[in-house]
């Protein structure tokens, strides 16, 4: 029914590549555990014990507090479709912001995304299957494109006013570390 891997394999690549929304559980030390479903194309798994996912402005910033204090972080996949399966991969994760070196070069693996904030980079040490058996079938209408449409209305200046008013704390009020 599962199994627990050290790296990803092809096959689990394969399922990941063909995943529309995953889920990020990150926690600090103390204050909620935060778990974040994601979509919008933004995951690449980069070789068999390392992702990096593109993080989108929005109404929080928990996932960048949480890795301040313990760099922690499971990303879930779980499969709506025919083949039951739930994936998640356990690492430590890096947050990569736009004024630093490596973002250019993890930015380029993405399409261009308006409000992108930060790229996490994630180390992989545990990879862990489950059988999904009680996962609901679910198709797929389509995805949204709304967050993407809301950051280019904002504009370059509105996010930057926006992730002042809203991503410099966590909910727990730790600091996100987000230099707009």
């Given at each position: 029914m599962g199994d627990v891997l050290q790296s990803i394999t092809d096959d689990l690549r394969s399922f990941i590549e063909d995943q529309h929304v995953f889920f990020v559980g990150t926690a600090a030390r103390d204050g909620r555990v935060n778990v974040s479903p994601k979509g919008l194309d933004s995951l690449r798994v980069l070789d068999p014990n390392r992702v990096a996912w593109l993080n989108v402005t929005g109404s929080g910033n928990e996932t960048a507090a949480h890795i301040l204090d313990t760099n922690r972080m499971t990303i879930m996949f779980c499969s709506f479709a025919?083949?039951?399966?739930?994936?998640?991969?356990?690492?430590?994760?890096?947050?990569?912001?736009?004024?630093?070196?490596?973002?250019?070069?993890?930015?380029?693996?993405?399409?261009?995304?308006?409000?992108?904030?930060?790229?996490?980079?994630?180390?992989?040490?545990?990879?862990?299957?489950?059988?999904?058996?009680?996962?609901?079938?679910?198709?797929?209408?389509?995805?949204?494109?709304?967050?993407?449409?809301?950051?280019?209305?904002?504009?370059p200046d509105g996010l930057v006013g926006y992730r002042e008013d809203k991503n410099m704390v966590s909910i727990d009020g730790l600091p996100t570390g987000m230099r707009t």
């Amino acid at each position: 029914m599962g199994d627990v891997l050290q790296s990803i394999t092809d096959d689990l690549r394969s399922f990941i590549e063909d995943q529309h929304v995953f889920f990020v559980g990150t926690a600090a030390r103390d204050g909620r555990v935060n778990v974040s479903p994601k979509g919008l194309d933004s995951l690449r798994v980069l070789d068999p014990n390392r992702v990096a996912w593109l993080n989108v402005t929005g109404s929080g910033n928990e996932t960048a507090a949480h890795i301040l204090d313990t760099n922690r972080m499971t990303i879930m996949f779980c499969s709506f479709a025919k083949r039951p399966l739930i994936l998640r991969l356990y690492g430590t994760a890096t947050e990569v912001q736009p004024d630093q070196p490596e973002w250019a070069e993890l930015t380029a693996l993405f399409p261009k995304t308006p409000g992108a904030r930060q790229i996490f980079d994630v180390a992989v040490e545990r990879v862990q299957t489950s059988c999904g058996y009680g996962v609901p079938r679910m198709s797929l209408d389509e995805d949204r494109e709304l967050l993407k449409t809301w950051a280019s209305k904002k504009g370059p200046d509105g996010l930057v006013g926006y992730r002042e008013d809203k991503n410099m704390v966590s909910i727990d009020g730790l600091p996100t570390g987000m230099r707009t």
